[in-house]
């Protein structure tokens, strides 16, 4: 249980284009999901907070017009990276709580997402 | 701010021996912790975690350790296993309905075959 998937695993695509990346709960219904950015040898760092039916709470330094977040259904949310630069490339990670179990603050990761903007 | 930190950046262990991953915690409030296995170009891993109201759980090879009045917290691995190799994150948790995870840095598992 508690499966997570991402769309796609990797793309490239040229400067100033934007991309799409679904995060979908497979097995469960997410209320929540999260969206990570991970840099080569480095954590996980929060981008934002994805409610189902509201909008995202995004963490400080993150360009709210530049990442777009939608969470239309209790088991997707897509994030996309609007007019995309060099300096985008990066992994791209989401993650759900199923609130359905015991450990509702547990968090399920997918697989990632690699962007390269050439 | 607070932080979560890992105080080494690699570790690396013989097959067959015992591996002890360490990680400090600053936020007192916190009140669950996470272990997560990340595998290179993949997502994180869930292997084990723990509520404050705890100091010890076991897992299937695993076990997590919580020490409050240190703000410490330790994943040990038994009989390590090449498969075991990969980075290792501890997190933080302030349980509730805005709920959000705090990464530490990273550990560097190897298995020396």
């Known amino acids: 249980g508690a499966v997570v998937s991402q769309h796609p695993s990797r793309v490239i695509c040229k400067s100033g284009t934007s991309v799409k990346i679904e995060c979908r709960s497979l097995?469960?219904?997410?209320?929540?999901m999260f969206w990570y950015r991970q840099f080569p040898k480095q954590s996980l760092m929060l981008m934002a907070t994805?409610?189902?039916?509201?909008?995202?709470?995004?963490e400080q330094g993150v360009e709210k017009d530049k990442f777009l977040i939608n969470h239309a259904s209790l088991t997707l949310s897509t994030l996309t990276v609007t007019s995309a630069h060099p300096e985008d490339s990066s992994f791209y990670i989401c993650s759900a709580r199923d609130h359905g179990t015991s450990s509702p603050d547990t968090q399920y990761f997918g697989p990632g997402t690699r962007l390269t903007v050439l | 701010g607070e932080s979560v930190g890992l105080h080494l950046p690699t570790l690396s262990v013989q097959e067959g021996d015992n591996s002890i991953i360490n990680c400090a915690y600053s936020?007192?409030?916190?009140?669950?912790f996470i272990w997560y296995k990340q595998e290179s170009g993949k997502g994180p891993q869930f292997i084990i975690d723990i509520r404050s109201n705890m100091d010890k759980r076991q897992g299937q090879r695993v076990t997590v350790l919580l020490n409050k009045t240190v703000k410490h917290l330790s994943l040990q691995i038994a009989a390590t296993q090449p498969g075991d190799s990969a980075v290792y994150f501890c997190?933080?948790?302030?349980?509730?309905?805005?709920?959000?995870?705090?990464f530490g840095k990273g550990i560097t598992l190897s298995v020396r075959p």
């Open positions: 936020n007192s409030a916190s009140d669950y």
């Open positions: 994805s409610n189902e039916g509201s909008k995202a709470t995004y």
């Open positions: 997190a933080e948790n302030i349980s509730g309905a805005n709920s959000k995870l705090t």
């Open positions: 097995d469960f219904q997410a209320t929540t």
